[in-house]
């Protein structure tokens, strides 16, 4: 046992270890059989045969003379893409969380949320996602590694001395097979693995150049791991590329036995190309995995559950085809001897004379138990994946009502709650990853749009201190609803009926995407207004009052400021909320009626003042003296009415001019 761990060897032995483990995780893929299923998988999912080549596209042969069929129907793909679509055609709605409650870190957090919706956007990153879920379908696992590159971004400045441009740096993100990620297989399934080997094809010049000390040992490099590929036929075909060379990065976590992390750059065993303490706060490896297999750090999907009736089913369809290929040229049986003569009259109209009756040979007939065996494997093919005919498109007789239809969909969103909840996981460790990376990295501020219309006010530059607070994202996929036309005309309905769409272009929105940002997004501000009026109040500092303030929401917000038992402590500061919320009163009192109720508030009018001299009312029936009245119930129609303020009174103003 060594005494020294081996994440923290000196430079010159690591490498050596490094390269023994990975040696060692491929032996143990191959002898544990997991290499096969996954080249199985990856041979079933792009329609493969063992040589490599593309077999569902073309009828193969097979047998001594080449007598027999081979046909593909490829349902084990259409299966697995069905189970994609449905986990990831909901775009994610990011929400970051910060370490503060405060005005400031409020703000970082809807610029990190904003910072996210960008790269998802421009910087293509949706897509690495939905790689790393079909990674996750078809192998059992995916791993997404959130890099900086000092290289990338922008031209941020020229230094002055050799005129080269400085870029800004940008964060990187490559998606990785479970192949190309050795770590440690024995484990509990529930425990994150401390390290991983990132393997990786880079072009050799370009690393030589960057690794001058290096270049030469690296230009004439020749060994290689092409045999350790998902496709079988590198192996027969030799190098593609002299230019393409295998690199291997070595990224450890902050740990108890390695405080510093560590990260190093290799490309074998006496080769090491950078050594350096691990910049990033969290692990920069992330794994998704929808079940995991127990005992190791493997993963499982039920791909390799349908592997087997895939293979089954391609037999009974070749077997179809090799009977009906072969016999479906109709032969005629007559007896030996037979005198038959043939008058062609016209056309296909022939006249046949013979001593015996000629009769046809069906050769074709296939028996109905292999058309019912296949029909089962198909089923079994659905039932094993959860994918139901409704969800392929092809839904059964029996289902007409689009409620029974709408249920039967919805069975295959639930079975899929297993593999969405681990890609809503990993999209918020990714998230987590990158605005961490940048809050480290992005010292040099950089100019990119990076908002839309509903939060415009946040678009500016921003470097890495300018979302320091933010310290988790949370992601939100949406329930199966949503995911649906029909559910999300509902949702917009009884947001209608709700009173909250006040636009047409509101509904849209929500029938189109499935969200409310655009309705939501004034309530917010107003919200952060608030509470930053409130930090204010507590420093003593003045906070002024406007027309156009939401003055009730106003006055319950600032109230928090008093419930503080040591605010109360302070006159000054209690002096100073109660006049900022009688400025609120007095604003409901004094502003233009016609603009509080433009805006959803109702003023407060004044009581009218009595008339000296002005006649009482009169008793009547129902007033006192007449003993047939009736007394009206406390806070009755009646009652009610007569305590009621007056209104006030139409006058002409700027907002509507035609009033007389």
């Not at 069929?69 to 084990?76: P, S």
């Not at 693995?193 to 880079?202: F, P, V």
């Not at 895939?310 to 037979?338: H, R």
């Not at 295959?412 to 987590?432: H, M």
């Amino acid at each position: 046992m060594d005494n020294v761990y081996f994440a923290n060897l000196p430079d010159d032995e690591i490498a050596e270890r490094l390269y023994a483990k990975v040696e060692d995780y491929y032996d143990i893929l191959e002898a544990s059989g997991r290499m096969k299923l996954w080249r199985k998988s990856h041979r079933a999912y792009y329609g493969m045969d063992e040589s490599g080549q593309h077999k569902a596209s073309k009828i193969g042969r097979s047998g001594e003379q080449n007598e027999l069929f081979k046909l593909t129907v490829n349902h084990y793909r259409n299966l697995l893409q069905h189970l994609h679509v449905i986990v990831t055609q909901q775009k994610p709605v990011y929400d970051c969380r910060a370490i503060n409650t405060d005005y400031k870190s409020q703000t970082q957090t809807i610029l990190g949320v904003n910072i996210l919706e960008y790269y998802m956007r421009e910087k293509r990153l949706a897509e690495q996602y939905k790689r790393l879920c079909e990674y996750c379908i078809v192998y059992a696992e995916g791993f997404l590694y959130v890099d900086y590159d000092d290289a990338a971004g922008d031209v941020a400045a020229v230094d002055p001395e050799t005129g080269a441009p400085i870029p800004t740096g940008d964060v990187v993100v490559r998606v990785f097979e479970p192949i190309n990620v050795i770590r440690r297989v024995q484990s509990d399934s529930d425990t994150k693995s401390d390290w991983y080997i990132l393997r990786q094809w880079e072009n050799r010049y370009d690393i030589a150049a960057q690794n001058s000390d290096s270049a030469d040992k690296i230009l004439n490099y020749s060994g290689d791991m092409y045999n350790k590929s998902l496709t079988t036929y590198f192996d027969s075909a030799g190098k593609e590329d002299d230019d393409l060379i295998v690199t291997y990065t070595f990224i450890h976590g902050r740990t108890a036995a390695c405080p510093n992390g560590r990260k190093v750059k290799f490309i074998g065993a006496d080769c090491m190309l950078s050594s350096e303490p691990l910049r990033d706060e969290v692990m920069p490896v992330i794994r998704m995995a929808a079940y995991n297999q127990d005992g190791t750090s493997l993963g499982y999907t039920v791909g390799f559950d349908l592997l087997g009736l895939q293979e089954a089913s391609d037999i009974i369809y070749s077997t179809i085809l090799t009977n009906q290929a072969t016999f479906g040229v109709q032969n005629v049986w007559i007896k030996t001897g037979s005198n038959v003569s043939v008058t062609q009259v016209r056309d296909g109209l022939n006249f046949i004379q013979s001593n015996d009756k000629p009769e046809p040979i069906n050769l074709t007939y296939t028996p109905p138990e292999i058309f019912n065996f296949l029909k089962g494997l198909e089923n079994a093919q659905q039932v094993t994946s959860g994918i139901n005919s409704v969800a392929r498109g092809q839904p059964e007789a029996s289902l007409k009502s689009g409620a029974a239809l709408a249920l039967v969909a919805s069975q295959a969103v639930q079975f899929a709650n297993g593999l969405q909840s681990a890609y809503a996981q990993a999209l918020e460790d990714a998230g987590t990853a990158l605005l961490k990376t940048l809050q480290q990295r992005a010292t040099i501020p950089r100019i990119t749009v990076i908002a839309g219309k509903n939060r415009r006010s946040y678009v500016k530059d921003f470097k890495g201190s300018d979302i320091a607070q933010i310290n988790r994202v949370i992601v939100d996929l949406g329930n199966p609803v949503s995911q649906t036309i029909a559910g999300r005309i509902e949702m917009a309905t009884n947001l209608l009926q709700q009173g909250m769409i006040k636009k047409p272009e509101q509904y849209i929105q929500v029938v189109t995407t499935g969200r409310i940002e655009s309705i939501t997004s004034a309530e917010e501000t107003e919200s952060l207004l608030i509470q930053r009026e409130n930090e204010s109040l507590r420093d003593g500092i003045p906070v002024p009052v406007i027309a156009v303030d939401k003055h009730v929401d106003h006055i319950e917000g600032h109230k928090e400021v008093l419930a503080d038992p040591a605010v109360r402590a302070d006159p000054t500061i209690v002096a100073a909320t109660l006049k900022h919320i009688n400025e609120h009163i007095n604003a409901l009192k004094t502003v233009d009626p016609n603009l509080l109720n433009l805006l959803g508030m109702n003023p407060i009018t004044q009581p009218q003042p009595q008339v000296a001299g002005a006649m009482a009312p009169q008793p009547n029936a129902q007033s006192e003296g007449n003993p047939n009245r009736v007394e009206a119930a406390p806070g009755s129609a009646p009652e009610v009415a007569a305590n009621m303020p007056s209104l006030p009174q139409n006058t002409p103003n700027e907002l509507n001019p035609n009033v007389a």
